[in-house]
C-alpha cells in the first residue's frame, strides 16, 4: 500500500471517530465541543440539509422522513408529518427552517438523549 492511500485512510478515520463523538452521552463535568448541544444540533441540521445549502426544505424533510420512516409509513402520512413539522418549524414561513429555527424547533426536545448510544453500560 503507498502512502498516499494510507494517508486517505487515516483522514476517514478521523472523520468517523469526529462522526461517532458526536453520538457520546454528554458528560457534564468534561464538557466536549464535539458533543455539545449546539455540535450535535449542528451534525443534525447537516443531516436533514441534504444539498448543504444552510437551510432545510420541506423536500429535503421529506426525502429524509420517506428514508427513516417510509418504509413502514404509508406516504400521505408521511406528507402530512412533514407539512406539520415545517409549519411549527419555519417560524417567518418563507419555507426554509435555518439552523436558529432548527435550534428552536428542537428545544423541546431532549436532544442529548436521543442521539446518545449507550456503549457498555
Ligand atoms: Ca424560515
Redesign the pocket.
Known amino acids: 500500500m503507498n502512502n498516499k492511500v494510507l494517508e486517505r485512510r487515516k483522514v476517514y478515520f478521523k472523520d468517523f471517530v469526529k462522526v461517532l463523538s458526536h453520538f457520546r452521552p454528554i458528560n457534564k463535568n468534561k464538557p466536549h465541543p464535539w458533543n455539545s448541544r449546539e455540535a450535535k444540533l449542528r451534525f443534525a441540521f447537516t443531516m436533514y440539509d441534504l444539498n448543504k445549502s444552510g437551510?432545510i426544505t420541506k423536500d429535503e424533510f421529506q426525502d429524509i422522513l420517506e428514508m427513516m420512516i417510509g418504509a413502514n409509513v404509508p406516504k400521505e402520512q408521511v406528507n402530512s408529518i412533514a407539512d406539520r413539522t415545517m409549519r411549527e418549524?419555519?417560524?417567518?414561513?418563507?419555507?426554509?427552517?435555518?439552523f436558529q429555527?432548527f435550534c428552536n424547533a428542537m428545544e423541546k426536545t431532549d436532544i442529548e438523549q436521543k442521539m446518545s448510544f449507550r456503549f457498555l453500560t
Do not use: F, N, P
Open positions: 437551510t418549524a419555519d417560524r417567518d414561513g418563507d419555507g426554509y427552517i435555518t429555527e
